[in-house]
């Protein structure tokens, strides 16, 4: 069945997601759609759609061997991936390990200083309100998720740096911060959305090359080819991480 005959569930800034005939699970279609600064930039990347689902797939793959439960369940094309539904929980938790963009507004540090303890922060996932920065305070008077979850949240996006920093510096791409969402299926919790150029900040390790989304948000040229050079590097000859 071709993808634009599905029931269509919901479409987002980067993706697609479409029913299945199989209970709880959806599919999740990658576009080439590039949106920055709360979608007030928009534009194409080119490609952009294989390569986060692939890249995504392949460390979905690579975090599952390490225990993180995510909602990747398969691969269906170039451009899909089948997944668990999952009842997404409205935070974006961020992972840094080095000081850039918004970090560095916000503390005056000098974009690339590294932080010797990953730093993780809480944002609202709110278009409308733009995203903004929430502590676990907020989370509760929110009814975000209970302590618990909250905490499970943060220790497996700790986990999933300590699983991809080193995987990625193999390849000499240095992992300045990433977004991670997660949601709920039944009582478990899943990671979901996905790990890309899209949401995470990869800089060449020698040179501090910008390889992702930044090249597309300040203009700097050459969207595409650092899409494929982090495609190259991650998932090699071979197709595979």
């Not at 990433?178 to 899943?190: N, P, Q, T, V, W």
Request: hydrophobic share 40%; charged share 30%; aromatic share 8%.
């Amino acid at each position: 069945m071709k993808a634009d005959a599905r029931e269509k569930l919901y479409e987002g800034k980067a993706k697609i997601v479409y029913a299945t005939d199989r209970p709880g699970t959806v599919i999740q279609y990658f576009k080439d759609d590039a949106t920055a600064f709360n979608a007030l930039k928009r534009g194409t990347i080119l490609g952009k759609g294989v390569v986060n689902n692939r890249m995504s797939a392949a460390l979905f793959e690579r975090l599952g061997k390490a225990g993180v439960p995510t909602h990747y369940l398969g691969t269906l094309s170039d451009r899909e991936m089948l997944c668990r539904r999952l009842d997404i929980i409205k935070i974006e938790t961020i992972v840094r390990n080095v000081v850039a963009g918004s970090l560095a507004k916000r503390t005056g540090l000098e974009e690339g200083t590294a932080i010797r303890q990953p730093i993780v922060e809480l944002y609202y996932k709110s278009d409308p309100l733009g995203d903004p920065m929430l502590n676990e305070d907020h989370v509760r008077m929110l009814g975000l998720a209970r302590p618990p979850e909250l905490a499970w949240m943060r220790r497996t996006a700790l986990r999933v740096n300590a699983v991809l920093r080193p995987f990625l510096a193999r390849r000499g791409l240095l992992l300045v911060d990433f977004k991670l969402e997660f949601g709920r299926a039944g009582r478990r919790l899943y990671l979901g959305d996905e790990i890309s150029p899209d949401t995470c900040r990869l800089w060449d390790a020698a040179t501090r090359k910008k390889l992702d989304k930044d090249r597309f948000r300040r203009d700097l040229g050459g969207v595409e080819e650092a899409y494929q050079e982090v495609y190259r590097r991650v998932l090699g000859p071979s197709g595979r991480a």
